[in-house]
C-alpha cells in the first residue's frame, strides 16, 4: 500500500538553499508541513513563502547545527508549531578543498561538529522522541558519493560523509522495531552554493572540480530532492541520484588499485591548484 504522506510534519536543515531548499519544497508539493532550519533568516522565509504558496504549513527556525542545544531545540520547535514530526532531514553541511595535513586542528573539529555529530545528534534525539511517542518515522541524513570514495583535498570532508553512512546504516536496524526508517542520501555534484562556500572556506580562487564532478555527474538540486521524496514512499537504506557513480563506487570498492589509479591523476592535478 503506497505511503501517505499529506499531512506529515518534516523537519529540514540546511533548508536555505540547495539540496535543502528543493527537497522542502518537493515535500510540501506532496502535502508535508515544513519547520525549516538554517542560519540565513532572509533565505528561509522565501523557502518558506514556496511552502505556503503550495497550500503547506512553514515553521522557520533559525539556528546553528553545531550549537550543542541545536537539536533539543528544533525538536521542540516543531512539536511547539505542529505538534508533531514526522520526517528529519539531516542536511546542513558543508566542505573544504585542503590536504588533511594543512587543515587546523579547529578546521577538522569544526567541520565533524557541523557535518556529522550534529546530524548525528539530531536523528538520535528525533528516534528518542519517536519512539517514546510511538509514532514511527523517516529520518535521513545527507551524506555523499565520497562516503564510498576518498579524495585528495576533500579527505576530512569525505571521512564525515563516510561516519554519517555508517551510523545511518546501524540505526536503520536498531530503530526497525519502532518502525522508523532510516537513509543515507548520496548526491553526486549539484549545482548548489556548495563548491563556493568550499573554496570561500579553503581560501582558493575556485574549488577544483574533483572525479565525481565534470559535467556529465553534475545534477541539479531538485534531482536529489525527487530522490528523496521517492525513498519517503519506498524506502530504501541508500538514496543514490546517478547509478554510474554508484556503480563505480562498487568497482572501487572492489578493485582498490583503480581508485588508486584515478586519484594519484587527480592529484598530480590538484598539485598545480594555486591557493590564494
Ligand atoms: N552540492 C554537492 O555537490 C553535494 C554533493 C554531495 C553531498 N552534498 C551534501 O548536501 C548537503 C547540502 O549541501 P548543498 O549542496 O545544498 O550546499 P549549500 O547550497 O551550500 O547548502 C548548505 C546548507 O547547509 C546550511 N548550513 C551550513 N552550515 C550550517 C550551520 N553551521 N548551521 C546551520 N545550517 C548550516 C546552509 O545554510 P546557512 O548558510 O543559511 O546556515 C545551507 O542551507 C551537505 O550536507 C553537503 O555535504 C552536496
Given at each position: 500500500?503506497?505511503?501517505?504522506?499529506?499531512?506529515?510534519?518534516?523537519?529540514v536543515t540546511g533548508a536555505s538553499s540547495g539540496?535543502g531548499a528543493?527537497?522542502a519544497?518537493?515535500?510540501?508539493?506532496?502535502?508535508?508541513?515544513?519547520?525549516l532550519v538554517a542560519r540565513r533568516g532572509d533565505l528561509l522565509e522565501e523557502v518558506a513563502?514556496?511552502?505556503?504558496?503550495?497550500?503547506?504549513?512553514?515553521?522557520v527556525v533559525i539556528d546553528d547545527v553545531?550549537?550543542?542545544?541545536?537539536?533539543?531545540?528544533?525538536?521542540?520547535?516543531?512539536?511547539?508549531?505542529?505538534?508533531?514530526?514526522?520526517?528529519?532531514?539531516?542536511n546542513a553541511?558543508y566542505?573544504?578543498?585542503?590536504?588533511?595535513?594543512?587543515?587546523?586542528?579547529?578546521?577538522?573539529?569544526?567541520?565533524?561538529?557541523?557535518?556529522?555529530?550534529?546530524?548525528?545528534?539530531?536523528?538520535?534525539?528525533?528516534?528518542?522522541?519517536?519512539?517514546?511517542?510511538?509514532?514511527?518515522?523517516?529520518?535521513?541524513?545527507?551524506?555523499?558519493?565520497?562516503?564510498?570514495?576518498?579524495?585528495?583535498?576533500?579527505?576530512?570532508?569525505?571521512?564525515?560523509?563516510?561516519?554519517?553512512?555508517?551510523?545511518?546504516?546501524?540505526?536503520?536496524?536498531?530503530?526497525?522495531?519502532?518502525?522508523?526508517?532510516?537513509?543515507?542520501?548520496?548526491?553526486?555534484?549539484?549545482?548548489t552554493e556548495?563548491?563556493q562556500v568550499?573554496?570561500k572556506?579553503?581560501?582558493?580562487?575556485?574549488?577544483?572540480?574533483?572525479?565525481?564532478?565534470?559535467?556529465?555527474?553534475?545534477?541539479?538540486?531538485?534531482?536529489?530532492?525527487?530522490?528523496?521524496?521517492?525513498?519517503?514512499?519506498?524506502?530504501?537504506?541508500?538514496?543514490?541520484?546517478?547509478?554510474?557513480?554508484?556503480?563505480?563506487?562498487?568497482?572501487?570498492?572492489?578493485?582498490?588499485?583503480?581508485?588508486?589509479?584515478?586519484?594519484?591523476?587527480?592529484?598530480?592535478?590538484?598539485?598545480?591548484?594555486?591557493?590564494?
Open positions: 500500500m503506497r505511503r501517505v504522506m499529506k499531512d506529515k510534519v518534516a523537519i539540496i528543493a527537497t519544497r518537493a515535500m510540501a508539493r506532496e502535502g508535508i508541513d515544513l519547520v513563502s514556496d511552502v505556503r504558496a503550495l497550500g503547506r504549513r512553514a515553521h553545531a550549537d550543542g542545544a541545536h537539536a533539543r531545540r528544533v525538536l521542540d520547535e516543531a512539536m511547539r508549531a505542529f505538534g508533531r514530526f514526522d520526517i528529519v532531514f539531516a553541511g566542505g573544504m578543498e585542503r590536504t588533511i595535513h594543512e587543515m587546523t586542528d579547529d578546521e577538522v573539529r569544526t567541520m565533524f561538529e557541523v557535518n556529522f555529530f550534529a546530524s548525528l545528534g539530531l536523528l538520535r534525539a528525533a528516534a528518542v522522541d519517536l519512539i517514546r511517542d510511538r509514532r514511527g518515522g523517516h529520518l535521513l541524513m545527507c551524506s555523499s558519493c565520497v562516503s564510498k570514495f576518498s579524495l585528495p583535498r576533500h579527505g576530512l570532508y569525505a571521512a564525515t560523509k563516510a561516519a554519517q553512512e555508517s551510523v545511518c546504516r546501524a540505526m536503520r536496524f536498531e530503530l526497525a522495531h519502532a518502525g522508523i526508517e532510516v537513509a543515507s542520501v548520496h548526491p553526486v555534484t549539484t549545482t556548495f563548491y568550499s573554496a572556506r579553503s581560501g582558493v580562487r575556485q574549488a577544483a572540480v574533483p572525479p565525481h564532478a565534470r559535467p556529465f555527474f553534475t545534477q541539479s538540486p531538485e534531482r536529489v530532492a525527487k530522490a528523496i521524496v521517492s525513498c519517503l514512499y519506498s524506502p530504501r537504506s541508500e538514496v543514490w541520484t546517478s547509478a554510474t557513480v554508484r556503480f563505480s563506487a562498487a568497482l572501487f570498492t572492489l578493485c582498490p588499485w583503480i581508485l588508486d589509479a584515478v586519484l594519484r591523476r587527480e592529484a598530480s592535478r590538484y598539485s598545480s591548484t594555486p591557493s590564494l
